[in-house]
């Protein structure tokens, strides 16, 4: 396979799927299904095209959309607290405002609405897997998530991460929309500052380089595609929430 991607790749239009299917002596149970997935990949695109055929309702087309990925920074008055958003967006530049989109069933959500002020701190590709368990897979209402953490403080008072950000955005609440699950800030910039030049962390570098991949060798279920948790069981409950990342059964696909 490596000789003849060699011999290959210095012809024009050409693509390379990234599925490759080894066949040692005889074709066998292993090798019949890489040529089955290998099929799937060839024909997705022609049937993506197909009104008749393609999938009109995958949803995870909206990974796709360039997320990057932030730790939004609160204080309720009594502790700093930090949370992991992946939609936050500059809406207008003149003048600057930025939205910031919260599930209500976050903690942060409340403080936001109650304080009126964020710091929004963009990640970056150096951030390991440990930054995420630390800030998402946990609630703010039980624990402190700056614990042993070194901290730093922008004008407006909250903390910004001194490490694993490449900037950071203090901003000012100056109206919510409603969004049924979630809550829209649309804020006022009071502070902006660049911290390093490492890239940002987008969504997509995340699922590949940063989530672990999850052990569900020998399991029969479901695995959630936020975190790797494994369900076990045949049938996932419509209203199930992964314990870990707290999102809902819409974000777990069976166990291939």
């Known amino acids: 396979m490596k000789t003849m991607k060699g011999m290959l790749e210095g012809c024009k239009n050409l693509t390379f799927l ?8 005889a074709l066998n149970e292993e090798s019949r299904e890489a040529l089955e997935k290998l099929a799937d990949a060839l024909c997705r695109e022609y049937e993506a ?4 055929k393609a999938n009109k309702n995958d949803l995870t087309a909206l990974y796709r959309v ?5 730790v939004v920074t609160t204080n309720d008055g009594k502790r700093d607290n930090g949370l992991i958003v992946n939609t936050v967006t500059q809406v207008s530049d003149n003048p600057n405002r930025v939205a910031v989109c919260v ?3 976050n903690y942060s959500y409340h403080v936001v609405r109650q304080t009126g002020k964020l710091n929004v701190n963009c990640l970056s590709t150096a951030a390991p897997f440990s930054v995420f368990e630390r800030f998402g897979f946990q609630s703010g209402r039980n624990v402190d998530k700056f614990e042993g953490m070194e901290k730093a403080f922008s004008d407006n008072g909250l903390v910004f991460l001194t490490q694993y950000a490449n900037a950071f955005l203090s901003l000012e609440v100056e109206s919510e929309v409603d969004l049924s699950s979630h809550g829209m800030f649309i804020c006022r910039v009071t ?5 390093n030049d490492k890239p940002t962390m987008t969504y997509a ?5 940063v989530k672990p991949k999850p052990e569900t060798e020998g399991k029969k279920g479901y695995v959630c595609k936020i975190c ?4 076990e069981g045949d049938e996932l409950p419509e209203d ?3 314990p870990l990342c707290k999102h809902g059964a819409a974000d777990f696909e069976p166990i291939q």
Do not use: M
């Open 18 to 25: 990234p599925e490759s299917v080894t066949i040692k002596s």
């Open 49 to 52: 095209r197909d009104n008749a």
């Open 66 to 70: 360039g997320y990057g990925l932030y």
């Open 103 to 105: 599930n209500k069933q």
């Open 191 to 195: 502070e902006a500052r660049i911290l």
């Open 205 to 209: 570098y995340y699922q590949d380089n």
């Open 228 to 231: 790797g948790y494994v369900y």
């Open 240 to 242: 199930f929430v992964c």
